[in-house]
């Protein structure tokens, strides 16, 4: 090293390393110290989901996301182009804007009247006279742009401007949505929560499905239960479609033969409690379509039977987008590449989960070392001619409030019991590595931030964190 070497400043120690890769230590869900390196190392280097681009349709339109103590806003600057700021004044620090609005002319400071136009630039300092002339640089005046991408219907922001460009940055979550044609899905409704958990308490909850006997027994199938001896985690014959026997059979020993009859109303029957459950993810509409194809002829064979309905299903919601001048993604060719997955994780805060035509999504940002907001959408897809109402920041509710679809409220009621236990002696997660291996794959990645592993090696890692639900441990890389 010679003396023009820059040198990388040292960095805290984490003191709470994932050091086995199916042992959690709990402390890295309530230690402050562990938090703040998170606030410190991580949000600032990754990319966050920071809006829907519904959320600012229009030229001017623009929003403000915040997180921790980083205040942005996202604006739409002209059809095609969205830009992000830093939201405060040049002057002494305000913010701008507070929240959703339109920029007709651009900002203006209500502390001191200062003004910026949309492109950032500063058109007006009060009493200029004041100050001097090395005070008022222009280049110095001028709003902090923010690095910002779109992808899906979304536009992410990222606090570092050497980060790696965005779809880089999705692993194998961005292709996977791409087949679904996400970015052409619409708000049907937006809700939020505080819950008293750590954020990736939250975010755990939904990356397996093993939860789902326990935690969702609604949705099980008749005569499937989680007792001892009458059931076991989904092992499915090779090549065979996991969704569409999960919600004919659910748990158990597979049957010999199946009725025909049975399993097209028990198919629906299931859907019917997911729908209902969630508020949407799959909407009426689609479980209505699933209805229409009572009577069809199937095999006997279980895993053919859902497999040909399955076909069938997706044949029939196709047609019946088009019908509606809505073109939606292949269907069958999604689950002839296995990719049919329907909880989709993105790194570090954001989840996609679509079924069909369909989609429900969830973004998780932390509000303290034990709590978080959870914002829950809605996703369909409506005709392109259709005005939709721009979507407006919810009001958060609590996590325990009645009026929540019955799905969330029986996962928000385990996050606060979780939190709670993992003070009560706990030691660390024991974590099953087939399926519970993304809550892995997505701690080590938080250890290569804080860490300072290098640009390159965390883009390639997030192949494995960001993916599709009930991942196995992956070697990330680092």
């Not at 409220?409 to 385990?414: I, L, W």
Request: glycine residues 8%; charged residues 25%; aromatic residues 12%.
């Amino acid at each position: 090293m010679n003396a023009n070497t820059p040198i990388r400043p040292a960095r805290e120690p984490n003191p709470h390393p994932v050091e086995n890769p199916d042992r959690i230590p709990a402390k890295r869900y309530y230690d402050k110290e562990f938090y703040e390196l998170e606030n410190k190392y991580l949000w600032p280097k990754v990319w966050q989901m920071a809006c829907r681009l519904e959320e600012i349709p229009e030229v001017g339109d623009y929003m403000v996301y915040r997180n921790l103590d980083q205040s942005v806003i996202v604006i739409r600057t002209e059809e095609n182009t969205i830009k992000a700021y830093h939201n405060h004044c040049r002057h002494r620090g305000v913010e701008l804007v507070t929240n959703q609005g339109k920029a007709r002319g651009g900002f203006i400071c209500p502390f001191h009247g200062w003004r910026w136009d949309t492109e950032g630039n500063n058109t007006f300092v009060f009493s200029p006279h004041a100050y001097t002339e090395e005070a008022l640089c222009k280049d110095d005046l001028a709003l902090r742009s923010v690095r910002c991408e779109t992808w899906g219907g979304c536009a992410f922001i990222n606090l570092d401007p050497d980060a790696s460009p965005l779809y880089e940055s999705l692993g194998s979550f961005a292709p996977h949505m791409d087949l679904y044609k996400v970015d052409e899905l619409k708000v049907e409704w937006w809700l939020s929560a505080r819950v008293p958990c750590n954020w990736k308490l939250a975010m755990e909850a939904f990356m397996e499905g093993y939860h789902v006997a326990t935690t969702h027994p609604q949705l099980l199938p008749p005569g499937s239960t989680n007792r001892p001896g009458e059931s076991e985690w989904l092992q499915l014959p090779e090549g065979a479609n996991r969704g569409g026997y999960w919600r004919t059979f659910g748990t158990g020993p597979m049957p010999e033969e199946v009725d025909p009859v049975d399993f097209v109303d028990g198919y629906v029957t299931a859907i019917q409690r997911l729908s209902d459950g969630m508020g949407g993810m799959i909407h009426q509409e689609e479980v209505d379509v699933a209805k229409t194809l009572r009577g069809m002829d199937l095999p006997r064979d279980p895993v053919a039977a859902a497999d040909a309905f399955r076909r069938a299903f997706n044949d029939a919601l196709v047609k019946y987008y088009a019908d509606k001048g809505i073109e939606i993604a292949d269907l069958n060719k999604i689950d002839d590449t296995g990719m049919a997955l329907s909880v989709n994780y993105c790194f570090p805060h954001f989840f996609l989960l679509p079924v069909h035509g369909a989609a429900s999504s969830y973004r998780i940002r932390p509000l303290g070392p034990e709590e978080c907001l959870f914002e829950l959408w809605s996703l369909k897809r409506y005709p392109a001619d259709e005005v939709r109402p721009r979507p407006t920041p919810p009001e958060p509710k609590p996590h325990d409030d009645p009026q929540w679809p019955e799905i969330p409220r029986q996962d928000y009621s385990n996050l606060p019991r979780q939190q709670r236990g993992l003070h009560a002696g706990f030691e660390f997660m024991r974590l099953a590595h087939h399926c519970e291996g993304m809550i892995s794959n997505y701690h080590r990645l938080i250890d290569g931030y804080l860490a300072g592993v290098e640009r390159e090696k965390l883009t390639a890692a997030a192949w494995y964190a960001s993916a599709g639900i009930d991942q196995p441990v992956h070697d990330i890389g680092f």
